[in-house]
């Protein structure tokens, strides 16, 4: 009998060897759909940013490319691992996708060679991937709009390269920020002493300061000026992020002056505030090459800044003019708060005027050097711009808002001799206050400050933070009220995590508020007192309401909580196009000639024909090695059906020596949920009413068709604890289900794919729109074709999850055959009814009674 052994341990050797490909195959599956899971979570993002409720740029958009890119890559290599070559075809697919995408993103990455300086006259706004937003806007006014605009000329993105090539700085530059903690202050800091000191001391390449030797010396001839302004204009920068006050400006440079003073401004791409946002954006620095701006310097009797529309009010249509004496800085810094003129756009008349006083000014001095001075007592009280400049300034915001199809944020000066001068233009993020917020009672809470102006609506609650300058940041906790003299560069590193800002002087037109509303922290400005209020208070910041409040009113802050709106035309449709490549589904039945790896389209194409690809591989291999070798058990189950079980963590083979067993027994947590559904529910006890036009309609569906359905073939379950993958055979249609039930919420989802029936097409039909009408009700989303059906509900907690897989055995039972009763909609819509009361789904409809 020696020989009878051998063939009994050989043939169990192999048994357990072909077991063990099962099981390697079903982890390389559980990794198809974990990479499946990325990409489906990336996706949804985009899809969200593309309703333009949350900001991005086109580094967002390159960053969750490359992780789609990366998963569906995974996807594809693990569905050849599961099925062989002949899903090869795969990669040629995604490569043909994948090369549609870089086609669209041509030209958007890397820094493009170009002149290193370019004067204005000679750009436009298509240039703002070699000399950066403000430079090619500014040559935008000046070519293409002719409006006034300072003498000036772009140093490229180009130039920027070439010093940093030059002095091999950008691989110590990228290991210092990779380094960093951003949420630790004192590593923004240090990481930005070392980086702006490498480049304060960096060598120019000669090439390279000749160039801006010889476009300066061109500037004064045509200009005859001897001062400039230098200001920087990154690539990125003032398109839908604003980098406002991020970057250093250098004001009243000379000419021998320039080439360190352009050092600086590079150096000031480095700021720890520039740097905390870069990070904070999820920005690669390798993509902000630094193109600066040198124009003439302005000696402005006044400055400031005008919004075409109200940020905080969009629909109105008035236009905002903010002005101060002098130069601009003290403006868009905080340190003073501006006159503040709300314009007819029509008419240019003024509506309304705030007129503040204004103690100082900064003015370029006699020698072209900047500094503060005292505005004489007889003009500190008057108003810092006449009806006509506020007119003109009016009439240029209506151009450039129709011009570039939404609301601008532009800078200007007006001169000595009263000239108007543009001196940038960037899109203005605008706030859409909560419908009917104006209608709350707050007269029940105490009032501890108002006043003020509303910088960003909303309203942000918990304990009061005095910061008092940079060194006290570090003390910002999470939800934090900060409270500050003034709205200094440094606060951005604190309004990711600040629930409101207050500050005692500045206005909407500051760096700070344009930042703030980017953020979207609730920001109230011009509060004098607020610094009386005791550290550590826990306080309520209405910011739309312009009112502090003691206490905590988490009422108020939903309430007032603002739709944000943004308009950034060409970011957005750069996103559809490369959703476009991404997101439609052409591949849903999978009975379809075109399901197929040459027939995806897309990248969700590559997934769905994987997903399901990788669901028949795993069935038909399984299925295959079970039977040849009888492992496997069957389902102990009062419902009169066969189904086999192969447990991938191989407990279920191990139940002393039984072939059957109860589904209570098993480890897979979605499959007992499901079969408890199925056995509350039970097997049909009667037959539906199927009158003789329904028995006709199975025979002559059965003859047309040539379908064969064999009663005896069992069902079959692949199952591992938090995984089951089921195909149940009931008469004559057919149910896939797939379910991951963990205690993570983001890992749960069921699937469910239902096919076939015994009667004619459009009873086939019915039966499909019934069972979406009730899975609706229980939050499941749908995909359908004729009497197919792919149904799926994601993302919920465990509890939530396993009480819709209960819900849907109940379903599978209650629907078994049901498509044969189904002789018109009506008798479709009392059992849709009858239903949704027998699962808990709905309140029994009025005048409800059985067909």
Excluded at 482 to 487: E, K, N, T
Aim: hydrophobic share 40%; charged share 25%.
């Amino acid at each position: 009998m020696s020989w009878w052994r051998r063939f009994i341990r050989e043939h169990d050797e192999e048994r357990q060897a072909e077991l063990g490909g099962v099981r390697e195959k079903f982890e390389t599956f559980i990794g198809l759909l974990d990479a499946n899971k990325r990409v489906l979570k990336v996706v949804a993002d985009m899809e969200e940013k593309s309703q333009g409720e949350h900001l991005f740029d086109i580094n967002y958009i390159r960053s969750s490319r490359d992780e789609v890119r990366a998963a569906v890559t995974d996807i594809v290599e693990k569905m050849i691992a599961l099925g062989g070559e002949e899903y090869a075809a795969l990669r040629e697919r995604h490569a043909a996708i994948e090369a549609e995408i870089d086609s669209i993103l041509e030209g958007r990455r890397g820094i493009p060679e170009d002149d290193y300086t370019i004067p204005f006259r000679e750009l436009d706004q298509s240039r703002a991937g070699s000399v950066g937003g403000k430079n090619a806007q500014l040559g935008e006014l000046t070519s293409r709009l002719g409006l006034p605009v300072p003498e000036g000329f772009a140093v490229s993105a180009w130039a920027y390269k070439r010093f940093v090539d030059a002095n091999d700085l950008q691989v110590r530059i990228t290991g210092h920020i990779q380094a960093l903690d951003v949420r630790r202050l004192e590593d923004l800091e240090e990481a930005s002493r070392v980086i702006q000191r490498m480049v304060s001391e960096a060598e120019i390449p000669s090439d390279l300061a000749d160039a801006l030797e010889a476009a300066a010396a061109q500037l004064e001839a045509r200009s005859g000026s001897n001062h400039f302004a230098l200001r920087s204009s990154a690539l990125g920068e003032d398109a839908l992020l604003s980098f406002a006050g991020q970057y250093a400006t250098c004001l009243g440079v000379s000419r021998h002056e320039l080439p360190d003073r352009y050092r600086r401004v590079l150096a000031g791409k480095f700021s720890p505030q520039a740097i905390y946002y870069l990070l904070s954006h999820d920005l690669r620095e390798t993509d902000m090459a630094m193109g600066v701006a040198c124009m003439v310097m302005v000696d402005a009797a006044a400055s400031g800044v005008v919004y075409t529309r109200d940020p905080l009010r969009p629909d109105e249509p008035d236009v905002l003019v903010h002005s101060v004496l002098g130069l601009g800085q003290y403006l868009v810094d905080g340190t003073l708060t501006p006159d503040l003129f709300r314009v007819s756009r029509t008419d240019g008349a003024v509506l309304e005027s705030t007129v503040v006083p204004q103690p100082v000014r900064l003015a370029v001095q006699p020698d072209g050097s900047i500094a503060e001075e005292g505005v004489p007592e007889a003009e500190r009280e008057s108003a810092s711009l006449d009806e006509k400049a506020i007119a003109t300034l009016a009439k240029y915001a209506a151009e450039l808002e129709e011009h570039y199809g939404g609301p601008q944020d532009i800078e200007w000066a007006r001169d000595r001799e009263g000239r108007i001068l543009l001196l940038q233009t960037r899109p203005l993020r605008v706030l859409r206050p909560t419908a009917g917020a104006d209608d709350l009672d707050v007269s029940g809470l105490l009032e501890l400050r108002s006043g003020g102006t509303t910088v960003c609506g909303g309203a942000g609650a918990g304990p009061v933070c005095q910061v008092l300058g940079a060194a006290d940041l570090d003390r910002v906790t999470e939800g934090a009220v900060v409270v500050s003299a003034r709205p200094f560069p440094g606060l951005v590193t604190v309004m990711g995590k600040a629930s409101a800002i207050v500050t005692a002087v500045g206005g909407v037109a500051s760096h700070m508020a344009t930042l703030a509303r980017e953020y979207q922290v609730p920001t109230l400005a011009g509060i004098e007192n607020a610094a009386g209020i005791p550290e550590g208070d826990r306080v309520t910041v209405d910011a739309t309401g312009g009112a502090i409040y003691a206490g905590e009113h988490p009422e108020l802050t939903e309430a007032r909580r603002p739709e944000h709106e943004f308009e950034d035309a060409a970011i957005f449709e750069l996103l559809e196009r490369v959703l476009a490549r991404v997101v439609p589904l052409n591949l849903l039945h999978p009975g379809a000639p075109e399901f197929r790896p040459e027939g995806c389209r897309t990248l969700h194409d590559i997934t769905r024909l994987a997903h399901q690809k990788g669901m028949e591989e795993m069935f038909s291999g399984a299925l295959e090695t079970g039977r040849r070798h009888r492992f496997g058990l069957l389902l102990d189950t009062t419902i009169p059906v066969d189904v086999r079980l192969i447990d991938m963590d191989g407990d279920a083979d191990r139940q002393d020596g039984r072939r059957k067993v109860e589904a209570d027994d098993l480890r897979s947590a979605p499959f007992r949920a499901f079969w408890k559904g199925v056995e509350e529910q039970g097997w049909p006890a009667h037959a539906r009413p199927v009158n003789l036009s329904g028995f006709v309609s199975v025979v002559t569906t059965q003859m047309g068709t040539g379908s064969r359905q064999d009663f005896g073939e069992a069902s079959f379950a692949l199952l591992s604890a938090p995984y089951m993958l089921l195909s149940l055979h009931l008469g004559y249609h057919f149910t896939t289900i797939e379910s991951m039930l963990t205690p993570e919420p983001s890992k749960n989802y069921i699937r469910m794919q239902f096919k076939g029936g015994g009667a004619s097409a459009d009873r086939r039909a019915r039966r499909i729109r019934l069972v979406m009408d009730l899975l609706s009700k229980a939050g499941f989303e749908h995909v359908s074709r004729g009497d197919f059906l792919d149904t799926s509900y994601a993302y919920a907690d465990e509890a939530a999850t396993a009480e819709r897989l209960r819900l849907l055995g109940r379903l599978t039972m209650l629907t078994k055959q049901l498509d044969m009763a189904l002789s018109n909609d009506s008798i479709a819509q009392w059992y849709t009814e009858e239903f949704a009361l027998k699962l808990g789904l709905d309140e029994e409809p009025d005048g409800a009674s059985s067909p």
